[in-house]
C-alpha cells in the first residue's frame, strides 16, 4: 500500500550500478595518454515518496542524468588517484541532484589481469568506495 504521511521516516536509495567508461585517471604515463577501463557503482540517498506516489519522472532522480553525470566526469577529468576522482563524482552529484548523500564506488579494470608483485597475484579491478553528505 502507498505510504500516507509525508511525515513518515525514509531511507530511500537510488541505486545505478557498473557504469562504465574508458578515463585517463593515474600515476603513470600510460594510464594517462592510453586510459583504462572504470566501473562506478552509485547510491544516492534521497526522499522516494513523492515519486512513489505520483509515478511521474519529473518528481524522481533521473537515472540518465545520474549515469551522464558519471561519464562526463570520468571522461573530462584527469587524476592521478581513483580517490580523488570518486571525490569529484561524489560533489558532482551533490551539486547536481537533491540527495542527502552520494556514495561512490569506483573500480579500475585491468583486462587480463595485472600481476601486483613477484609472486604474479591477479588483480581484475582496484578501486576505492566513498561516502559524502550534504552539507546541513
Same mark, same amino acid.
Given at each position: 500500500?502507498?505510504?500516507?504521511?509525508?511525515?513518515?521516516?525514509?531511507?530511500?536509495?537510488? *541505486?545505478? $550500478?557498473?557504469?562504465? @567508461?574508458?578515463?585517463?585517471?593515474?600515476?603513470?604515463?600510460?594510464?594517462?595518454?592510453? %586510459?583504462?577501463?572504470? $566501473?562506478? !557503482?552509485?547510491?544516492?540517498?534521497? !526522499?522516494? #515518496?513523492?515519486?512513489?506516489?505520483?509515478?511521474?519522472?519529473?518528481?524522481?532522480?533521473?537515472?540518465?542524468?545520474?549515469?551522464?553525470? *558519471?561519464?562526463? =566526469?570520468?571522461?573530462?577529468?584527469? @587524476?592521478? /588517484? =581513483?580517490?580523488? /576522482?570518486?571525490?569529484?563524482?561524489?560533489?558532482?552529484?551533490?551539486?547536481? @541532484?537533491?540527495?542527502?548523500?552520494? =556514495?561512490? &564506488?569506483?573500480? &579500475? /579494470?585491468?583486462?587480463?589481469?595485472?600481476?601486483? !608483485? &613477484?609472486?604474479?597475484?591477479?588483480?581484475?579491478?582496484? %578501486?576505492? #568506495?566513498?561516502?559524502?553528505?550534504?552539507?546541513?
Amino acid at each position: 500500500p502507498p505510504l500516507k504521511s509525508p511525515e513518515e521516516s525514509v531511507l530511500d536509495k537510488l *541505486v545505478i $550500478s557498473d557504469i562504465r @567508461f574508458r578515463g585517463h585517471h593515474g600515476i603513470n604515463e600510460r594510464e594517462k595518454t592510453k %586510459g583504462a577501463d572504470y $566501473s562506478v !557503482d552509485v547510491e544516492l540517498e534521497t !526522499d522516494a #515518496q513523492k515519486p512513489g506516489l505520483s509515478d511521474l519522472l519529473k518528481d524522481a532522480i533521473d537515472y540518465a542524468a545520474v549515469t551522464d553525470c *558519471v561519464v562526463e =566526469t570520468g571522461v573530462n577529468t584527469n @587524476f592521478n /588517484l =581513483t580517490e580523488a /576522482l570518486a571525490g569529484r563524482i561524489c560533489s558532482e552529484l551533490l551539486a547536481r @541532484f537533491d540527495v542527502r548523500s552520494a =556514495t561512490v &564506488k569506483v573500480m &579500475k /579494470l585491468f583486462r587480463h589481469g595485472s600481476a601486483v !608483485d &613477484k609472486r604474479m597475484v591477479s588483480v581484475y579491478s582496484a %578501486g576505492v #568506495q566513498i561516502m559524502r553528505k550534504r552539507k546541513t
